[in-house]
């Protein structure tokens, strides 16, 4: 018996900008959820306070959005049950009143609004527009129409912006080229004229090398802020006008994470202390926060992960919990109590039998989680997580179970770049993306080896994005790989940098060096240029309408390798962006995944259609 990919693309996903509201007649829990079965739409769903659920948004209308390309916070609750959002179709914002069709509330026109904020006591949706991709400002759009106005025009990008509780203040977060939001940012503070708009402003807290991920107002006069100093994203408490600071959690855990989506929240003001999210990929927990004393309450139940959204009212604290046996799931605590409810509906799971029994390991300094087959030595494929300044927790992933199910052990590698472990490690692949990362993944394949779990000769290596860049690139730079899986990948560097997305486009300056003047770096250390080297066959597939990856970067790479005489095979994927979200196509890549480990390990997948692959045989 074994899991069947319609299972994964059925529990697939999940859940985020959770949101706990308090009303009337209790508190609601509003959150987003990934539809995969109706073209991979996103659907704000609203648990009410007697256990009933519903789905805000109508089938046709999609809550996502395409600031920096990876999307911000897309949609905000209002009283009454009404909804703000934007629309994954046209980008716009729009106000949804019960029993109502949607209303426009922005033009037509080259804009992308996201990281959406409700400012108390008015009237308007404040949110980070996007022009043209390429440049940012903060805006407030009246909920009962009318033009835009202007708040914040600083930097070139920014988020997280918060009034203060006496309406005088503003504050945001922002950073500039080259700087990443985990490299460097600023927290910043100014005071609001009568017209609504932000004059000079003070950076309070952040600079180059300090990355500020999220600060909410305490009082008039002082914030909390999530921010890393000390090399830690810690808990900090900043007066408004910079004047003092003080670390409420000076410890060697992380209160934050990287932001790839403005308006993430691993913290939760509330008249009892402060709802964190904290700890490492090995075990992220929810707690409360005294910030008298730093010390905290455990509320994480037996969830190993507290996904980056967490929100708090009434004295419930809601965010998204999972655990080696139980998927992604929104959860609503007692704050008083610490009791556990799960208010997302429940998601069909295969029997625990079928589950893996995840390890936490530690080899040669490299963090892996391993998800082991029944017996071993067994052959074993290695997980490489995207970013990749990115990370992969400890969990319950079907898309794993899918393979373990079936024999194949699954590593996880958390490689030299990963966010949970301090900027130290994270900081580990600084010039050296290319180099650490395959050195790290061959580590704990290696290690694997020696320790009898798994088969030398039956190694492989997948991931997507800059996980699939890593895949490529170990397959010609290293001997270790029987095959290679890459989704959407990176394999030409020096032509990404030029055609990527703003948010990204000067990425590389840190993770391999400046363009023109490390320019060689970058020919010793693309796959496309190696090509020719690959240790075994490669399975690249792609979405076609992907943004942040061209698809031209996959056809280039198996040309290259076509032309070497390596086997391989390219599928493609129409409506698909940068990230598999609809139930056709994950079913489509997990079955051809199978399969080509069937073909690179000789094991038989009759269970799947067979995979061509070209070149040598």
């Known amino acids: 018996m074994s899991i069947s990919a319609i299972d994964v693309a059925r529990t697939d996903g999940a859940a985020q900008w959770v949101e706990a509201v308090q009303t009337p007649d209790g508190v609601e829990v509003w959150w987003d959820e990934p539809r995969p079965q109706e073209g991979g739409r996103r659907c704000v769903v609203r648990r009410l306070p007697d256990g009933s659920r519903r789905d805000v948004l109508p089938q046709g209308w999609n809550a996502r959005n395409r600031l920096i390309e990876y999307g911000g916070r897309s949609w905000r609750p209002l009283p009454g049950g009404a909804l703000v959002f934007t629309h994954w179709a046209d980008q716009r914002l729009y106000l949804l009143h019960p029993e109502k069709d949607p209303i426009p509330l922005t033009p037509e026109g080259p804009h992308h609004y996201g990281d959406l904020y ?43 912006a918060r ?31 009568d017209e609504g708009a932000a004059g000079p402003y003070r950076v309070i807290a952040g600079g180059e090398r300090e990355s500020v991920v999220q600060a909410e107002w305490r009082d008039p006069d002082t914030l909390y802020a999530v921010t890393d100093p000390t090399g830690w994203w810690n808990l900090h408490e900043i007066a408004g006008d910079g004047s003092r600071s003080r670390n409420l959690t000076p410890m060697e855990l992380e209160f934050g994470n990287a932001v790839w989506k403005p308006g993430a929240a691993w913290f939760a003001v509330t008249g009892e202390g402060l709802v964190v999210v904290y700890g490492s990929p090995d075990e992220r927990r929810l707690g409360l926060l005294d910030p008298a004393d730093g010390r905290i309450r455990d509320l994480g139940g037996d969830a190993t992960h507290w996904a980056s959204t967490v929100s708090a009212a009434g004295g419930i604290a809601a965010g998204v919990a999972a655990s080696p046996y139980t998927p992604m799931e929104v959860t609503a605590v007692s704050l008083a109590d610490g009791a556990h409810t799960v208010v997302s509906a429940p998601k069909p799971l295969p029997p625990r039998e079928l589950l893996p029994t995840p390890e936490t390991v530690v080899i040669e300094g490299v963090h892996a989680h391993l998800y082991p087959p029944a017996t071993g030595p067994a052959p074993y494929v290695v997980f490489v997580h995207g970013g990749p300044t990115g990370v992969h927790p400890l969990m319950l992933d079907l898309e794993i179970a899918y393979f373990t199910s079936r024999g194949l052990g699954v590593a996880v590698v ?102 023109p003047e490390t320019e060689e770096r970058y020919r010793e250390r693309s796959p496309l240029l190696h090509a020719g080297r690959a240790s075994g066959p490669c399975l690249m597939m792609h979405g076609l309408e992907d943004k942040i990856v061209d698809v031209g970067q996959a056809e280039r790479f198996v040309a290259e390798l076509d032309r070497h005489g390596k086997e391989w095979a390219l599928l493609t994927f129409p409506g698909e962006q940068h990230g598999w979200r609809r139930e056709e196509t994950i079913v489509a890549a997990l079955e051809a995944e199978l399969a080509f480990y069937g073909r690179v390990f000789h094991f038989d997948t009759p269970e799947v259609t067979a995979l061509d692959l070209r070149g040598a045989k």
Not at 127 to 152: H, K, Q, S
Not at 451 to 478: E, K, M, P, Q, Y
Request: charged share 25%; proline share 5%.
């Open 414 to 515: 958390n490689y030299g770049g990963s966010t949970g472990y301090g900027r130290a490690y994270r900081e580990r692949l600084r010039h050296q993306w290319g180099v650490v990362d395959v050195h790290d993944c061959a580590k704990v394949a290696r290690g694997l080896v020696e320790l009898g779990r798994a088969d030398a000769a039956r190694l492989a290596i997948r991931g997507g994005s800059a996980g699939g860049w890593t895949t490529v690139a170990a397959l010609v730079h290293s001997d270790v790989f029987a095959g290679g899986v890459a989704h959407y990948a990176i394999t030409d560097p020096a032509a990404w940098a030029g055609e990527t997305h703003d948010f990204e486009s000067r990425y590389l300056d840190g993770l391999i060096g400046p363009l």
């Open 163 to 193: 009034l203060s509780p006496d309406g005088r203040r503003l504050s945001w977060i922002g950073w500039d080229h080259p700087s990443m939001p985990w490299d460097g940012t600023e927290l910043c503070v100014a005071e609001l004229d």
């Open 118 to 160: 409700l400012p108390p006591g008015r009237e308007e949706v404040w949110a980070v527009r996007e022009t043209n991709g390429v440049a940012r400002d903060l805006v407030a759009v009246p909920l009962e129409g009318g033009e835009p106005r202007v708040i914040v025009k600083a930097h070139h990008f920014l988020m997280n």
